[in-house]
């Protein structure tokens, strides 16, 4: 089984969540909220175990350190072998996605449920 | 502050205070490296007004606990743990010796299958006795019999699997195991009877190994399988040959004369605390398994002192001075550690 295909949603939406520019731990759990329409919490256990296997993967790494209100922050960097992969998750998931549209519009699915608007 | 504000402060100190006490479910060097930016995210995400860390945040943060101890990526690197070390020695050290229990039932089965009449019963609270038992066995309750003695030798399987480092299919294969074997088993006097809860505790063993403990176990698993396939070869042919009367010399152990067993026992303790010496980890691990393998043994024997039929001081001794070696050696491991001296290497 291919690492990519492997890969779990969580860790596809932490990865999509640093696209935009380096966020701290807080700030990836609310990022990774906004863009799952408040369906994924991302615990801070499973935020960190994801965290330490993407840089053993060197998908992303430490860009830097800074105290709020005495509160340590580090923020994470998505590297160029992140974005790669993650640019490949995403066709494969665009792709699987397409087809199963496509299967759905076959069978008469209604648009609205399909994502069209009406 | 108004009094309201001063309220959520002291809310605040006691959730604070409550979240970096449950961050000692973390290894020290991860807590070193991550506490205060971990507090820092567990304070951000809580909700105002809140004093008790939330039940699924606490799982999350066990189960990293977990991950991390058993060698999982720790900022990014692998870090060979000690808990790791310990799961690892545990999966290998249960393996043999279930691969050793399941071969050896299993060959003696098949010799007296093929080498009629006479019925050899082993088990491993009498690891050097033989039972001959009168008449011929074959009966309706042989089927069972086979199934029960086949299984277990399946364990063989695993050995081989950790030698050559297929962690992902012995993890399964263990469990695979493990349930059959648990669905084989009557009632709960024969899982107390059988191996089942030392093969429930290789397996747990086996399913936490990761990271760079999930290695091939090459020298200990080629050794062992070696071992075991040749004490099943010579359980196997022992049914016709006089080696049977060396056997029945050693047939001491647990049964008649505990002089003998006990001396063999402490042969083995004192290897072990040599062991110890160097590091904690095959002697805690001996000791769990040990107790995994014995523990239910001792219990139905106190349940049911008179099916036993044997006298298990031997047995009673080897598992509690296995866990007085261990825990003394885990003693002085955290003592020295405290002094500041140089950890003790972990494998």
Same mark, same amino acid.
């Not at chain 1, 350190?65 to 960097?77: A, C, I, K, N, Q």
């Not at chain 2, 995400?45 to 066990?62: F, K, M, N």
């Given at each position: ?118 | ?156 399987? #695993?050995? +081989? /699997?950790? %030698?050559? *480092? ?7 294969? &263990?469990? $695979?195991?493990?349930? !059959? ?65 060396? #056997?029945? +010399? /050693?047939? %001491?152990? *647990? ?7 006990? &001396?063999? $026992?402490?042969?083995? !303790? ?78």
């Amino acid at each position: 089984m291919s690492s990519s295909s492997s890969r779990t949603e969580q860790t596809f939406q932490i990865l999509t969540a640093l696209v935009d520019g380096p966020l701290h731990g807080y700030g990836i759990i609310q990022e990774v909220g906004r863009l799952s329409d408040g369906r994924t919490r991302l615990r801070v256990g499973t935020l960190y175990g994801a965290l330490d296997r993407l840089s053993g993967e060197g998908l992303l790494v430490l860009d830097r350190e800074e105290t709020v209100s005495g509160r340590l922050r580090r923020y994470y960097r998505l590297t160029d072998a992140g974005a790669q992969v993650l640019a490949e998750d995403a066709e494969r998931i665009a792709r699987q996605a397409a087809v199963a549209l496509e299967r759905l519009k076959k069978r008469g699915a209604p648009r609205a449920s399909l994502g069209g608007t009406a | 502050m108004s009094g309201e504000q001063e309220d959520q402060s002291e809310h605040g100190e006691g959730l604070e205070r409550r979240y970096r006490r449950l961050l000692c479910i973390l290894p020290k060097r991860y807590r070193e490296a991550r506490a205060e930016e971990l507090l820092s995210v567990l304070m951000e995400t809580s909700a105002q007004g809140r004093r008790w860390p939330e039940v699924r945040e606490t799982l999350s943060l066990a189960r990293l606990g977990m991950r991390v101890r058993m060698g999982g990526e720790s900022g990014g690197v692998l870090v060979d743990t000690r808990a790791g070390a310990m799961a690892r020695a545990v999966g290998i050290a249960g393996s043999m010796l279930l691969a050793f229990i399941g071969a050896i039932s299993l060959a003696q089965l098949m010799g007296n299958l093929m080498r009629p009449p006479g019925l050899v019963v082993w088990t491993y609270w009498h690891p050097f006795a033989w039972k001959i038992a009168d008449g011929h066995p074959y009966n309706l309750a042989l089927e069972r019999t086979i199934w029960r003695s086949a299984v277990p030798a399946g364990w063989l399987l #695993v050995l +081989a /699997l950790l %030698a050559l *480092g297929w962690w992902q299919v012995a993890r399964v294969s &263990a469990l $695979a195991l493990f349930l !059959v074997s648990a669905y084989l088993t009557v009632d709960t006097v024969t899982i107390l009877r059988e191996e089942t809860v030392l093969a429930g505790v290789v397996t747990a063993a086996l399913f936490a190994v990761r990271g760079v403990h999930a290695r091939p176990a090459r020298l200990a698993g080629s050794v062992a399988f070696a071992a075991v396939l040749g004490s099943a070869y010579w359980a196997f042919k022992l049914h016709s040959g006089p080696e049977l009367k060396a #056997v029945m +010399a /050693l047939q %001491a152990w *647990g049964a008649t004369d505990d002089t003998h067993a006990l &001396a063999m $026992a402490a042969a083995a !303790v004192v290897a072990v605390g040599v062991v110890a010496r160097r590091s904690v980890v095959w002697p805690v691990a001996l000791a769990v398994v040990a107790v995994a393998a014995l523990g239910p043994v001792l219990v139905r024997a106190a349940v049911h002192p008179d099916y036993e039929g044997s006298n298990l001081v031997p047995l009673s001794f080897l598992a509690a001075a296995l866990v007085l070696v261990a825990g003394v050696a885990v003693v002085r491991d955290r003592l020295a550690a405290r002094r500041g001296r140089p950890p003790v290497p972990i494998g």
